[in-house]
């Protein structure tokens, strides 16, 4: 079978055949006329102007398989006209489609359940139109890179600087010998030192795969070798098999000298990629420290509180998405207190409902809890149904950005930082405020709490319910990078426990402390162990840790204590 | 005594008479063919396994508005064994001597169907397993209408090598049966075609694995070696949302570092956006955008009965759609459902595929499959970008592997086994 697979060109053509086949059913007349209209199109263009000339390729677009579109793609490019910037910029999106009525070629934008549409060219406004009557201009990888290569070399002479550099990057990542040239041209006209650095460099990665004289490619060399990150490193290491014998010496330096920087990095980016998981175990745990910590309570429903945390997130986003788009961005702070107020009532009534009759009888708590967490999962399961639930990541917590040579994403910054911040009022809550003075007392002593008038069993029902809110925000932050699905709950509750027993039952402190060190501890054994050796070997220590010390890094009294 | 006397009558009557009351029941009814589905609908792989349950009732629903089978009604029967391996054993069981169901579809895991598979051949029954599965089984009782190895795997990375110039390899999955057979298939393949050991990444992770930092950067750093680089991803279930969330979030764009997955369909896509995954690839026997008069029929008859319009299909699906119809027609070849009949029957037997070409029934078990790689789209589609010629038959036991090289699957007459070596021509190669 291995000598049946059609080479390049046959399967690029082959598949075509089914997308433009894709709607058959509701296109064959349309499909007809746009045919004539592209025929006739191109009647008017061999005798025509050159704008013409465009809006005729921009029609002939939607024909043929991958292979014809890649080639007009290029003409597009060729043709030096600035609109076409745009139009390939919205193709290489996958935004533009085909106008069944008409056979045009427009640019579409969801809008609700429509799409508006503007011409692919002009930008005119075109109205709106539902999905059934566009047809989609499909693109792949290979037309993907064709459209960045090409919009590289249109925008490159951009009177705008981020536009520039942007043409420049992409150049870089193309390092296609044809566009040398242009660089050249674009180069000794730029005066932007950024942008120009950015094009030197594209040049550079361009120069040592051409067949440049020695000396210029050295430069070239030192000039990547002097970028010093993973991009120069991979040109490097690409050029290195290739290149004359007595340029593999540089290239060599070079390489090294790229690899000792990227060694130092990577020993604090494990540090940030540790506190980060560390940030998560915090926020899984945290509320398990209120109620498994202070209270005492075995709570293993602790997981599904998280996930009603992430279904209200995904509740509140598919509100936004129908009813208000706008407030996208907004949506993860609106889903926070209310995310907090339903768990925290879904708290209030398991605790007045099932535990606080089972006080003191940790084996029934925790049955009783673990059937409930079975009853919540199904419970969601048969309303949001079996699937995953997709909740989007608003804009600005999604990608990464460069800090010197660390990656950092959006989303693990802001939930390092949220973490921190819902530690920090935790805390403020338990020292500061009367209920939090109310709750230590009880957690101490609990007949004495009683006999100064608390009413302790409200107390009860608060902090559970506290507990169980400071979970549901977790849910939230946790529908960031997480499944949200009815499993959700499980694949954290254990570790919670074990952020918990190793932090020291009973201290905030200790919790923070706990994750923080089994995040990092993690993330270093992950290099060389592998991700699963590295979760056996951190259970095995905590085992080994809490024979030693039984109670956590932090013990304290509390009313587990008395128990 | 004489009260606790009467209460016992009592009973006995009441027991008597609720025994005589559902034995006139199951006669007013009409006699019903049983068709067991045994698919978790709790627990962990509901999230996969449910859809196919659904599935099954929509097939069995479709059939007696056709007027039945051998002129009387089908009637599911469904059970949940909860995700939990042991109870698929026991539940299946239940079906087969229990209900007497004549035909059981279900499971999705390979331990799962490892599991019942002493059940099956124990008690004489039918089995139709629907998942995509790591090959090197081929059982007298259990039909594999997902795909082998060679019906998925080997084209992908063919894929990858020719159209994509693709020399550099990370081959991650979750650590269980199937991605480890997979990839070990697959290195010895990439091995054979010159591919070199340091070119060669591979990683596990455990069951929702939910951190992929680290690895997503250690795919990164692998692929930045200035040859071309792409991930085969085995990675299962719940653990791929996080992996492609991270993977758009460092900014690992499918241009650069395709990933091709073998477990990521229509039904996992719709908890991710998909903006930033477009171009990522997919390969399978089916997707739900490829455009025939049979798919399309499918299609629309599902959304029908489900009552959603917006209701994704998958692959496992389709595969349920192509054994069901076999199993129908080789039901009224055989004129019963009787076991060993029908496996006589089955073999050879031929019924269209949704994206085209015939799905044939092979003496060893497995099915005729084309074979599509599909790009993902914005609106969690996926758009076909290449697909093979003709059908490729299932392979049981890979050819790729030198402890199955020499062992081929055969449940006809003489050969009969389901290990048999070619060399030694005996039975029972597998050692």
Known sequence: ?563 | MSTRFTRRAVLAAALAGSVSLSAGISYAQEETIKVGVLHSLSGTMAISETTLKDTMLFLIDEQNKKGGLLGKKLEAVVVDPASDWPLFAEKARELISVDEVAAVFGCWTSVSRKSVLPVFEELNSILFYPVQYEGEESQRNVFYTGAAPNQQAIPAVDYLMNEEGVERWVLAGTDYVYPRTTNKILEQYLMDKGVAAEDIMINYTPFSHSDWQTIVSDIKAFGSAGKKTAVVSTINGDANVPFYKELANQGIAAEDIPVVAFSVGEEELAGIDTEPLVGHLAAWNYFQSVDTPENEDFIAKWREFIGDEDRVTNDPMEAHVVGFNLWVQAVEKAGTTDTDAVLDAIIGLETPNLTGGIAKMLPNHHITKPVLIGEIQDDGQFEVVWETEEVVPGDAWSDFLPESKMIEADWTAPISCGNYNTETKSCGGAS
């Open chain 1, 1 to 563: 079978m291995r000598g049946r697979w059609p080479a390049g060109q046959k399967g690029a053509r082959k598949s075509e055949n089914i997308p433009s086949a894709v709607d058959t059913k509701t296109m064959h007349p349309t499909c007809l006329i746009r045919t004539l209209l592209v025929a006739l199109a191109l009647l008017f263009t061999t005798s025509s102007a050159f704008a013409q000339d465009v809006e005729a390729l921009v029609n002939a677009l939607p024909e043929g398989g991958y292979s014809d579109r890649e080639k007009v793609i290029f003409d597009l490019a060729a043709t030096g006209d600035e609109r076409v910037a745009g139009l390939l910029d919205a193709l290489g999106e996958g935004d533009l489609y085909v106008r069944e009525e008409d056979g045009r070629v427009v640019a579409g934008k969801r809008a609700g359940r429509d799409y508006a549409l503007t011409d692919a060219l002009t930008g005119e406004e075109l109205g709106t139109a539902p999905s059934s009557a566009l047809e989609k201009i499909r693109v792949n990888n290979r037309l993907r890179r064709a459209v960045r290569s090409a919009i590289g070399q249109l925008t490159l002479m951009s009177p705008s600087p981020p536009v520039r550099l942007r043409a420049a990057r992409s150049l870089l990542r193309n390092a296609d010998p044809d566009s040398l040239e242009l660089l050249g041209t674009a180069l000794a006209a730029e005066t932007d030192p950024q942008v120009k650095k950015m094009m030197e460099t594209a040049r550079a990665a361009i120069i040592i795969k051409t067949d440049a004289g020695i000396e210029e490619k050295a430069a070239a060399i030192d000039l990547l070798a002097a970028r010093g990150d993973r991009e120069a490193l991979a040109m490097l290491t690409g050029a290195h098999s290739s290149a004359a014998p007595e340029l593999q010496p540089v290239i060599e330096r070079g390489i090294a000298g790229i690899e000792r920087k990227l060694a130092m990095w990577d020993g604090l980016q494990n540090v940030w990629y540790g506190l980060s998981l560390g940030s998560v175990l915090l926020l899984a745990a945290i509320g398990l420290a209120i109620t498994f910590g202070v209270m005492g309570v075995i709570n293993m429903a602790h997981g599904e509180i998280v996930m009603l945390g992430a279904y209200t997130t995904f509740a509140v986003q598919q509100v936004i998405r129908t009813s208000f788009p706008g407030l996208f961005d907004y949506s993860l702070a609106i889903a926070l207190p209310l995310a907090f107020l339903v768990t925290a009532l879904v708290g209030i009534a398991i605790e007045r409902g099932i535990i606080r009759w089972l006080y003191g009888r940790p084996l029934e708590t925790l049955l009783a809890t673990w059937g409930l967490s079975l009853f919540l999962q199904q419970t969601v399961r048969t309303i949001f149904g079996p699937n995953n639930r997709e909740v989007g990541n608003p804009s600005w917590m999604s990608g990464a950005f460069d800090l010197a040579g660390l990656s950092i994403t959006w989303n693990r910054l802001w939930i390092i930082v949220f973490a921190l911040v819902v530690f920090a009022v935790l805390l403020a809550v338990l020292n500061r405020t009367p209920l939090g003075l109310q709750m230590r007392a009880v957690t101490q002593n609990r007949r004495m709490a009683s006999s100064m008038g608390i009413r302790t069993p409200w107390v009860d029902a608060m902090t559970f319910g506290l507990g169980s809110g400071i979970a549901g925000m977790a849910g939230v932050a946790l529908s960031q990078i997480d499944n949200v699905s009815p499993n959700l709950g499980q694949s954290y509750i254990i570790d919670s426990f074990m952020v918990v027993v190793f932090g020291g039952v009973g201290n905030l402190w200790g919790t923070l402390v706990g994750a923080l060190t089994l995040g990092v501890a993690n993330k270093f054994l992950e290099p060389y162990a592998g991700a699963v050796l590295a979760k056996i070997f951190i259970l095995v220590f905590i085992i080994l840790f809490i024979q030693r010390r039984p109670r956590g890094l932090f013990a304290l009294k509390g009313r587990a204590v008395d128990a």
